[in-house]
């Protein structure tokens, strides 16, 4: 189950928000919100947000994921590129 830093109830956040706002705005926390007890919803920052949204962005594209797919299994297997292979330098 992915880390939630705090849970609150959805009383707690509505009385809170401003203050669990401000302290997202600082932090890269994540706030969860329950009804009776079950979380039901997450606050996040938008940062934190986006980064998550750029995440999945980038691991639903195929394209994107097969090169990273077989660099894993790459270093898995113990064969590992170094930066100057991977980046040579151009002459100038």
């Known amino acids: 189950m992915p880390h939630v830093d705090q849970y609150v109830s959805v009383t707690q956040a509505k009385t809170q928000l401003l203050d669990l706002i401000r302290r997202l705005g600082t932090q890269q926390d994540s706030v969860g919100i329950t009804k009776d007890g079950v979380p039901t919803a997450v ?50």
């Open 43 to 92: 606050l996040l920052s938008m940062d934190h947000f986006e980064g998550l949204m750029e995440t999945l962005e980038i691991l639903s594209d195929p394209k994107t994921i097969r090169p990273l797919r077989k660099s894993l299994k790459q270093a898995q297997s113990g064969r590992w590129e170094t930066h100057e292979a991977v980046f040579p330098r151009e002459e100038v």
